[in-house]
Structures are given as structure tokens and as C-alpha cells.
């Protein structure tokens, strides 16, 4: 009896052990996973991204004049006063816009032929607000080039001052003043029966080129007495030796 007793009281005092130690393991899990409001609370630290560097290209010109000599007189003008500079910022413009280069600064900044004798400068930097003018007259410049209409030319003048063009005998309206004309040579100054032959071909590309393409490009193209050759974009037409289109090398196409 006395060993049954003692049997029986040895299981309850194993179950309370039990019932006891499940007790503190639930409250020690739930003190661990109870938020502490007071503990200090960190800011999530994102992942940092690394950003490259983006490098911006400038567009470069198109150079097609690498054997053409720069005189020794646009030289020295380059080196009077801000010259260079004006220059550097007139072929950076032309140059984002996509016509730079088609023509050594040399004969893009010619005034007029007759400069001398005008008591003028023989090369010029227009006025900053008529640089955006030249861009239609060198993009048919260099659909021109493109396409093989020229292979061998050189400018002769480009802008002129109001003065200046009206001693060298330009028109009262000349695009020259506003910087939307250019005139040009074929071939070299003094040509041979050769250089000739080459000249009336390039010619008559050119006025093929003017016959398709003139109207939608607005461009305007002459040939004067002297052989020199002008063209603009601001108007289709063409005119001859005696500024009428009657007697333009064009007329015939």
C-alpha cells in the first residue's frame, strides 16, 4: 500500500515537472520574439548601385581637304587679336550641326576676291546671328560632295559685309550679306584643255544635281562670266552670265 502510494505521488511530481518545463520554454520563445520598443532601431542600408560615367562624343567633322595648303595670309590673321578664337567657336557650331569640316576655315571665312581693293579684311567671321544661315547652303554642299556632283573646287567667297559687297559689285540683296551664299571654283585657277574637259563635266553634274534635287533643297545656283560658281538656299532658281535664267548652263536640262 505504501509503495503504491509512493508509486502514484512520483508520477504527479513527473508531470508537474513536465507541465513546468513547458511553461518556461513557451515563455522564454516568447520573450525572445516580442519586439522590444525600446531597442534602437537602425535605418535598412540599400544596396548601392554603381553609376558609370556617361561620355559625351562631339560630332566630328567630316575632313575632305587634308592636301589642301593653308596660306601663310589666313595664318597670320589667325594670330591678330581674338581671331582664333571666334574661329573655334564658328567651327564647333557648324561642326554639332553636321556640316563641319566640309571646308578649310581658310576659304569658308573668304570675303569677297576684290577684298584689296575694297580697302577690307580678306577672311571674316560673320556675325554670330547669322551662323545658323550657312547650315541649309552646307548641307547641299555636302549632298553635293556625297554624291560626287564636286570632287575638286575651292570657295572663294562666302560672307561679306554690306560694305564690302557693295564695292565688289554684289547685288543690293546679295545672300553674301547674310551669310546663305557661297562662291566657288572648279578645278584650278588655271586650268589646262584637260582641266577643261573635267570643269564642263562637273558642270553639268551640277546643274543634273540642281534639275533633281534644287527645288526640294531651295537652292539657288549661277555661273558668272568669270567661271565662278555660286550657290545658296534661299530660292530655286538659276541664272547665267548676264543674271538672267535664260542664259543659265542649266536651262537646257
Known amino acids: 500500500m505504501f509503495l503504491k502510494a509512493s508509486h502514484v505521488q512520483a508520477g504527479k511530481i513527473e508531470k508537474c515537472s513536465k507541465l513546468l518545463f513547458g511553461m518556461s520554454m513557451l515563455i522564454l520563445t516568447a520573450c525572445q520574439q516580442a519586439p522590444d520598443k525600446f531597442a534602437t532601431r537602425y535605418p535598412e542600408t540599400k544596396k548601392q548601385t554603381s553609376i558609370k560615367p556617361v561620355r559625351v562624343i562631339s560630332p566630328k567633322p567630316q575632313i575632305i581637304h ?26 564647333n557650331y557648324l561642326t554639332q550641326r553636321g556640316v563641319g569640316g566640309l571646308v578649310p576655315n581658310h576659304e569658308l571665312l573668304r570675303s569677297a576676291r576684290d577684298w584689296q581693293k575694297c580697302n577690307d579684311e580678306e577672311y571674316r567671321v560673320p556675325p554670330r546671328e547669322l551662323w545658323g544661315n550657312l547650315v541649309p547652303t552646307l548641307n547641299i554642299l555636302k549632298q553635293m560632295l556625297d554624291k560626287k556632283v564636286l570632287t575638286n573646287f575651292e570657295v572663294t567667297s562666302v560672307y ?89 548652263l542649266c536651262s537646257t536640262f
Not at 66 to 76: G, V
Open 66 to 91: 587634308s592636301n589642301k595648303i593653308i596660306p601663310e595670309s589666313y595664318q597670320n590673321w589667325l594670330r591678330q587679336g581674338d581671331h582664333r578664337a571666334q574661329v573655334l567657336a564658328y567651327q
Open 160 to 248: 561679306r559685309s554690306a560694305s564690302l559687297n557693295k564695292c565688289a559689285g554684289g547685288a543690293d540683296n546679295s545672300r553674301h550679306i547674310f551669310n546663305t551664299a557661297m562662291d566657288f571654283r572648279i578645278g584650278p585657277e588655271f586650268p589646262d584643255e584637260n582641266d577643261l574637259i573635267q570643269i564642263s563635266q562637273s558642270k553639268q553634274r551640277l546643274c543634273q544635281f540642281w534639275t533633281e534635287y534644287g527645288e526640294s533643297l531651295n537652292m539657288g545656283l549661277g555661273v558668272y562670266k568669270s567661271g565662278q560658281i555660286h550657290i545658296d538656299s534661299l530660292g530655286y532658281r538659276t541664272w547665267g552670265a548676264n543674271h538672267r535664267s535664260q542664259t543659265s
